[in-house]
């Protein structure tokens, strides 16, 4: 059971169900996107080839109805709908999240630069390259202290989009313990109070 939040014109969508079928599994993909057109045009396409297990909803991935689900995707989800996807994928029981995020503007405002920082944050590329940083940082802690494995990676050469970064996410066989669940908000704390960021979508809707 995979769900692609932000699906587009499905290619991604596609793939994932040809590569699960490839290899021996019985795919159930849905595919999910806002433009309605769109969903049309890959229904279109589900119905023309024949597929079985595919088909996409239109709809917002706020408020796209939550089922269980074992993969959760989001390739270029735009700013906090980031975090909303990461966000169902917990609450759905998914043993893998997997996105690739972009356009990091919710923390950017918020972002007070510590003094012995202004020199090099004054630079609005460096400000923003530190912005996005942050965010997956943040972002990657709290799916940690969520009960799972998490990292950070490019996944793509840079010659072919500059937004190569994926956030990976694995459920663990064992939840943290209490102590451990501290050390990652204690984490999540420091970072926020050293940048003056009092407010992070994921951490919000957790």
Request: proline content about 3%.
């Amino acid at each position: 059971r995979v769900l692609d939040f932000g699906a587009g014109k499905g290619y991604l969508t596609f793939a994932v169900h040809h590569h699960l079928l490839a290899s021996g599994r019985q795919a159930d993909v849905t595919g999910v996107e806002l433009r309605p057109e769109l969903t049309t045009l890959c229904n279109s396409a589900i119905a023309r080839l024949g597929l079985q297990g595919l088909h996409f909803d239109a709809g917002d991935v706020r408020t796209h109805a939550a089922v269980a689900t074992d993969i959760m995707i989001a390739l270029h989800a735009c700013d906090t709908a980031t975090d909303v996807a990461m966000h169902r994928g917990i609450t759905a029981g998914a043993a893998i999240i997997l996105c690739s995020p972009c356009c990091h503007k919710q923390l950017r405002p918020q972002l007070r630069s510590p003094e012995v920082l202004q020199p090099m944050l004054r630079h609005g590329i460096h400000m923003a390259e530190q912005a996005e940083m942050l965010t997956d940082s943040l972002r990657a802690l709290l799916l940690q202290r969520a009960g799972y494995d998490t990292q950070v990676f490019e996944f793509v050469s840079p010659e072919h989009t500059s937004k190569n970064k994926m956030v990976l996410a694995v459920r663990r066989a064992q939840p943290l313990s209490d102590a451990q669940q501290q050390v990652l908000h204690d984490q999540v704390q420091a970072l926020k109070a050293f940048y003056g960021v009092t407010q992070h979508a994921l951490e919000t809707l957790l």
